[in-house]
């Protein structure tokens, strides 16, 4: 049972780098199974959730090699032997889903385990199922799986209720392969639905649209192999956007791409921070006191979800009162009261968090409940006095490359400890 421990109060200072986009990749990687072809994928983060996704697709049959110390995933795809997935294989992760999508394009057939994931609210996939069902699919949900079949996939305009990612996405990928042309309305805009469309496009796809309120997928026969790089992580530079600033430090994030950090940037400055931003990379330092300030959390180009419970740590250290309000996932707010156990001040009503800024957090044993939940643990902890030491860090392994090395080669203390581990024995003769 590992876990984090951290110990708080030095300021965070250096140049620490992105890596490539989990989410992007949790969709790109299926998505090229569509190729039937083989794909060269570059910058693909070494994070849990791809592991898993990975072992999941080499269980499909496709012959899988790393070059680039894992970073770049060489999948050969013209042998998918399987189209289903079982709970064993994906349970754990929230993006199985997008084995559907990608099968039901490239196979007219596929039958996965019910995704899983964070534990952050009902997150249900009814918009899936009825874009899947409007390009002519069936769906049978049975014994924890789902399955979605069909003799032909056919064009048609879907509007989608809430702009939800994976559904975009799903939708996206199975009507690239269907006859005639497919729109979905109101889709997502996020950075990743741009960078999946780009690569489906790299394949043969003809997908037009992706960022803006309407996407356009004229069906094509066939796809082809390709080679493609993953967009960096917006929400890890996020991370350390914050990390920098709630440890008044002075870090310079590079790798990213500043216009996907719009939303972040703007909270900081508001706050009071000092953000500059370069061509691909962004210094965040301490300059003065920071001011209380309102976010709420809203589907791209607005504030992010997946940057909420990073930012209410920040705003936990903040004089006044601040107000995080969530729009998009109904729990998740359970992780404050972990950050309660470390003083902070925070009570919340539905989806609103009323922060009452402490001038401090000291040390305490807390649980990361979540991916970005365990995140915010380890920014609190490194705010604050004393040791912090974190649990269920498995969490934080789903979505963080290398996070205790680069905290470290930043200047902030965190060890990766085993507490199950019995110390060695020592034969003194
Ligand atoms: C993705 C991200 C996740 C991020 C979220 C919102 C991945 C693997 N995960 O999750 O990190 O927090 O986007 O940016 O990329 N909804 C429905 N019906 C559906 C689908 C969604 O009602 O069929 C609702 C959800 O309950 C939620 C909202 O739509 O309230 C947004 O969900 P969605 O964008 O689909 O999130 P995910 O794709 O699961």
């Not at 979800?305 to 729990?331: K, R, Y």
Request: proline share 3%.
């Amino acid at each position: 049972m590992e876990k984090y421990l951290v110990k708080g109060g030095v300021p965070l200072r250096g140049e620490v780098s992105v890596s490539g986009a989990k989410n992007a990749a949790l969709a790109v990687l299926p998505a090229a199974l569509m190729s039937g072809d083989v794909c060269t994928i570059n910058n693909v983060p070494k994070v849990e959730d791809i592991h898993v996704l990975l072992q999941a697709i080499q269980h499909l049959g496709v012959k899988i090699t790393y070059e680039n110390d894992g970073h770049t995933v060489i999948m050969d795809c013209r042998k998918i032997e399987k189209v289903t997935v079982d709970y064993e294989h994906i349970s754990k992760i929230r993006a199985s889903y997008y084995l559907l999508g990608a099968l039901l394009g490239a196979k007219n057939y596929s039958k996965v385990a019910l995704p899983g994931g964070c534990n952050i609210g009902a997150r249900p996939i009814d918009q899936h199922i009825k874009g899947f069902k409007a390009l002519g699919a069936e769906i049978e949900i049975e014994h924890g799986m789902i399955e979605v079949k069909t003799d032909k996939l056919v064009g048609d305009t879907i509007y989608l209720d809430s702009p939800s990612v994976g559904a975009t996405i799903n939708i996206m990928m199975a009507a690239c392969m269907a006859e005639g042309t497919t729109y979905i309305e109101n889709p997502a805009k996020e950075p990743h639905i741009v960078d999946v469309a780009n690569f489906l496009n790299s394949m043969g796809a003809k997908v037009k649209g992706a960022g803006t309120h309407i996407i356009k997928i004229q069906g094509v026969s066939k796809m082809h192999g390709s080679e493609y790089t993953i967009i960096p992580d917006m929400i890890e530079a996020g991370t350390y956007m914050v990390a920098a600033a709630i440890t008044k430090g002075n870090v310079l994030v590079r790798n990213l791409i500043p216009k996907h950090m719009d939303a972040i940037t703007a909270k900081l400055i508001e706050m009071g921070a000092r953000v500059d931003v370069y061509g691909d990379s962004i210094r965040v330092s301490y300059e003065k006191d920071y001011s209380s300030i309102r976010v709420k959390t809203l589907p791209y180009p607005g504030f992010p979800t997946d940057m909420q419970p990073q930012f209410v740590a920040l705003m936990a250290l903040v004089n006044g009162v601040s107000v995080m309000t969530e729009s998009i996932f109904e729990s998740r707010f359970s992780y404050t009261s972990e950050l309660g156990r470390m003083g902070a001040d925070i009570k919340v009503e539905g989806n609103t968090a009323i922060i009452n800024g402490v001038s401090n957090f000291t040390g305490a044993q807390v649980r990361a409940t979540d991916l970005r939940a365990g995140a915010a643990l380890v920014l609190a902890g490194l705010a604050g006095k004393g040791d912090t030491l974190i649990s269920n860090i498995y969490n934080i392994d789903r979505g963080y490359e290398c996070l205790e090395d680069k905290i470290s080669a930043l200047g902030g203390w965190i060890k990766r400890i085993d507490t199950e581990k019995k110390p060695e024995l020592k034969v003194v003769s």
